[in-house]
């Protein structure tokens, strides 16, 4: 186990997962310094506590000269690695590292992880849910990784009989030299590309999930999603699916029969519980309910504690989250939808007439399939955002100008929920599920929703 003591380290990003590193490393007495180029007053409740606990603090650019002498450069998630002070750092040698690097560095019991570019925070947590009802005992579920508090803020309470389910990005993937021992991938589509480049590089993320397994450890994919399940050929011991069709032959893994999830595995068939027990909107959900069964059934848990625990969890903010009916419409927040191939599975989750507001800023990704379905599904589109032209013209190039829906821009999102507001009758469905990004406007997906539910919540 690596020793801080006297070590000099350079935090990158000032945020949750970056503080809580720089926390911890600070009572393991490393020499800590957190360096973000946001200004110094977006810190300002923070600064006068961490130079209490010594931690040095550079706020509002990433000077060259906090490389001199530092032994371990920390990257927080949302860093990029082309920034020049990162450049600099590997040009020097400098070891890189995160916070979940070094939370499984130093935890003693197993780990699950989960990545994906659509349904890993649901699939999360479900299996944090059904962790919760196997515990036995004094065992407790911890859950965190990539959401909630940093699990390092934790690390000197969890015991070695604990239960740790991680969700996990490519961003902190990237950079990781250790796996899980229980590693799923829900599916791997296009995401990210304006931060990874290609999707040759952004799968190579996603597969280091899976890279530094052992013999004893076991990996989860959908075998009907080719990107993950062309992955199989790097799995070093267990292999378990999941999807919606029965796996072929004796290849192990969840799947959908009678209005049940199923677990087949070699000659064994058992029934895990009814499908009914997901109380999630969309097909979507029902196949990250069978991501985190096959996790389940990895990790031991029993049936019981299956069904209890997918049956628990009735909404997750910001993803499908409904929240309130307005003038006779249901109004509903999926901010997540950051991709459009995560719209498209929002759409597909509704038979009313909708309302759809697309927008924020776009990740150099497709949005020809969407334009195709929003043709057969939306009654009202409303686009707001650095990318409502960018989205326009792909609409625009399916629709050769005579659109089947109506269409307006909005100067914000604000002006979007009032356009919204305006057009809406009794029996629609007015869905925030944007395409982009929310850093044209926003600091991250969660401020969007968060002022989207309030803004409709307020409504007249």
């Not at 389910?165 to 296009?190: D, G, K, Y």
């Not at 989860?220 to 378990?240: C, D, F, S, Y």
């Not at 009914?276 to 990895?298: D, F, M, P």
Request: glycine share 8%.
């Amino acid at each position: 186990m690596r020793d801080f003591r006297g070590m000099h380290v350079l935090i990158l990003g000032g945020a949750r997962q970056g503080v809580a590193l720089a926390r911890f490393l600070s009572k393991l007495q490393a020499h800590v310094t957190l360096n973000d180029n946001q200004p110094d007053e977006n810190f300002s409740d923070l600064t006068q506590e961490l130079l209490g606990l010594g931690i040095q603090t550079c706020f509002g650019s990433h000077p060259l000269t906090l490389l001199e002498g530092c032994d371990l450069l920390c990257i927080s998630g949302g860093v990029p690695l082309d920034l020049p002070i990162v450049q600099e750092a590997i040009r020097r040698r400098i070891p890189l590292s995160n916070d979940s690097q070094i939370l499984l560095e130093r935890l003693k019991t197993k780990t699950i992880g989960i990545t994906g570019s659509a349904g890993k925070t649901t699939t999360t947590t479900m299996v944090g849910e059904i962790a919760k009802k196997a515990c036995r005992n004094a065992q407790r579920a911890w859950i965190g990784g990539n959401i909630g508090t940093p699990l390092i803020t934790y690390l000197d309470e969890i015991h070695s009989n604990d239960i740790v389910v991680l969700e996990l990005s490519s961003f902190q993937l990237e950079l990781m030299t250790l796996s899980p021992s229980i590693a799923a991938i829900t599916n791997i589509t296009p995401n990210h590309l304006d931060r990874h480049g290609t999707m040759q590089a952004y799968t190579a993320a996603k597969a280091r999930i899976l890279a530094h397994q052992g013999s004893h450890d076991t990996a989860i994919l959908n075998r009907e999603n080719a990107e993950a399940w062309n992955l199989r050929e790097m799995v070093h011991g267990r292999l378990i699916t999941f999807g919606m069709k029965e796996p072929q032959g004796d290849l192990p893994g969840t799947f959908l029969r009678d209005h049940s999830l199923w677990i087949k595995d070699g000659q064994r068939q058992q029934e895990l519980c009814p499908v009914h027990a997901v109380q999630l909107r969309g097909e979507h959900n029902t196949l990250n309910a069978l991501a985190a069964s096959a996790i389940a059934y990895a990790a031991g848990f029993p049936p019981d504690a299956i069904e209890s625990g997918i049956h628990e969890v009735r909404g997750i903010s910001h993803r499908l989250e409904f929240i309130r009916r307005w003038h006779g419409a249901d109004w509903y927040n999926d901010s997540i939808a950051t991709t459009p191939e995560r719209t498209l599975a929002a759409i597909r989750s509704f038979h009313e007439p909708l309302v759809l507001l697309l927008g924020g800023r776009d990740k150099h990704l497709p949005w020809e399939e969407l334009a195709a379905e929003v043709h057969k599904r939306a009654d009202h589109i409303i686009l707001f955002g650095e990318a409502a032209d960018l989205i326009y013209t792909a609409l625009d190039a399916h629709e050769q100008h005579q659109f089947p829906y109506t269409l307006d821009k909005a100067t914000s999102l604000s002006d979007a929920i009032q356009t919204a507001a305006g057009i809406v009758q009794e029996g629609d469905v007015v869905l925030l599920s944007p395409g982009g990004t929310s850093y044209d406007a926003f600091k991250d997906f969660e401020e969007r929703g968060s002022l989207f539910k309030k803004l409709v919540e307020e409504l007249q």
